[in-house]
């Protein structure tokens, strides 16, 4: 895994807890797979977060794109454009 900001951890987990954005979206911004994000969100959140989350995703169709019954409508964060960094804004 390669080494992150304290700012990028913290948009990774907010990233990781939204519900409509998939971990392709953490791939493609951050470089981190699945199972990397998974083991950032162990290492960095409480024991009990961390087991609300991973109840939470598991088998939730809208953190995996190929899952997704939609493809349009996507929700955008309110704070995407001040985001730093952010290189799906910036395409």
């Known amino acids: 895994m390669k080494t992150l900001t304290p700012l990028e ?3 990774i ?3 990781a807890w939204e519900d ?3 971990f392709e979206a953490i791939a493609f911004q951050f470089g981190l797979s699945e199972m990397e994000t998974k083991n950032l969100m ?3 959140l ?3 977060s961390y087991e609300l989350w991973r109840k939470r995703v598991t088998n939730r169709k ?3 794109l190929r899952l997704r019954s939609f ?3 996507r ?3 309110k704070l995407q454009r001040t985001i730093s960094n952010n290189k799906i804004a910036k395409r």
């Open 71 to 73: 493809t349009e409508g």
């Open 46 to 48: 409480k024991r009990s």
């Open 9 to 11: 951890i913290d948009r």
């Open 20 to 22: 409509r954005t998939p």
């Open 13 to 15: 987990i907010e990233m």
């Open 75 to 77: 929700f955008k964060c």
């Open 42 to 44: 162990r290492k960095e």
């Open 62 to 64: 809208t953190k995996h």
